[in-house]
């Protein structure tokens, strides 16, 4: 196979960043960050969690606590770190449906999620 | 001739091993108890409400806890107001005569009986104590039952 | 080049013609770690007028956001990089799945990998935290009851990881030291050997 100097990478690496920068600081300059309700305010009636976490409150609402909270990711944890070994024993089909499996079920949750408050504000 | 210890490389290497072992096993309880310590945060359970409260009234929040007094025909209740899901703090609206859990949505009645929700028991009722100059002391920490009257 | 020396540790000098394609790997790993270097830069920043506790840690966000002089770019930078980390690290891991570059023998840099997505999850969270509103005082109440749902050691785990957060603001000290130093400089030496095992197990990819 034919080699170019590392210099070739290292340039593309650079425009890609570049982007990535110009892209946060518009994101920066254009979104404000939220800053939520003060704690000296009246209590709020519905608090959303951030989105990265809805998954989690979607769980909690129609989960015991220490299933939705600490079961399911324990199981989300341990397949996606065993992924390699499960791979080796059940093949790469097998392995690879689990890993869609669980990352479809959040994803999954995360729109539901997103429905759900989206409808609620 | 006594039998020597002899300090080759790998023996000196294995105490090493050994003693980091030892000494990182020593430190884990320590440790434990440095970080857990509570004691540069103490909180008292006890909570004073000192604003006139009126017979029959509604419920009214101490605003300096999460508690809320109220008073009918048979004397003062206190009722802590943190969910008994997850401990959210929950919210009472008087014109839906309903506590609101603002996390998952857990609905109490004016008693703080569960409706709907995850929540799973009724909110917590506290020990209330009538002062002499007529203000309520509360103690969170002494749990009573819901027909509990000072 | 003797200051280049870490960088030709994880680098070769020539690579086939193959790589050189973007598409490969999106540079999603590489993008993470700038965005991690960004909100290292931006966060020390930010320390200089961050108040944690109770009473103080959203009063003194309000102050960075309206007040202070670019505060509130630099608390926007600091909260869109990290929104923006949390989803390359996970394009990064469906990438890695994609090109089948977890199997063996790079099961040990997949493992570090999944650390890693938890450390930046936890970090998130706790930032998340320290915003001292109400709705993070009732998430890091949340949190702190599932944790104590742990046989045994629950409490002291939560007590550790969160201190006494109040039902109203999740900011407290022991957030705070978490957030700013403690999972920072773990995720630093788990991203540095991540990289370094990259190398070792023989990959050479746009990062």
Known sequence: MARSPIKHLIEKEGIASIFFLVFCQVLALKFAAGIGTSNQAPSVAHAVAPWIFGPFQILLLYLPPWLGALVFPLIFIAGLAGLPWIVDYWGVKSGQRIFMILCGTVILLLIWFMMKEFWWI | MPKQIEWTRRAVLRLGWFGIIAASTLSIDPLVKYLTSKEDQLQSPLVVYNKPLDKNSDWQSAATARVWVKRDSRGAMALVASCTHLGCEVTYHPNRKEWLCPCHGSVYDVEGRPLSGPAPKALQRAAVEIKPDGSLMINTAQQVEMDYRA | MKDQNFVNHIRPRFIPDGVLTILYTFCLGGLSFLAFVILGVTGFL????????????????????????????????????????????????????????????????????????????????????????????????????????????????????????????????????????GLPIFALFLQLYHFWRIRRDGGVRPL
Not at chain 3, 47 to 54: A, C, L, R, V
Not at chain 3, 165 to 180: M, Q
């Open chain 3, 46 to 181: 930010l320390m200089f007028h961050y108040q944690p506790g109770d009473s103080t840690g959203f009063g003194s966000i309000l102050t960075i956001a309206s007040v202070i002089p670019y505060g509130s770019v630099i608390r926007n930078l600091h909260y869109w990089a990290g929104q923006l980390m949390v989803v390359t690290v996970n394009l990064h891991m469906l990438r890695v799945v994609w090109t089948h570059s977890y199997k063996s023998p790079k099961q040990l840099n997949w493992l570090i990998g999944v650390a890693l997505l938890i450390l930046i999850l936890v970090l998130d969270f706790t930032g998340y935290l320290l915003i001292g509103s109400q709705e993070s005082g009732a998430a890091a109440t949340v949190a702190v009851n599932i944790l104590g749902l742990i046989p045994g050691m629950g409490k002291g785990l939560a007590q550790i990881m969160f201190g006494e957060p109040s039902a109203l603001s999740g900011s407290t000290l022991v957030v705070y030291v978490w957030h700013c130093v």
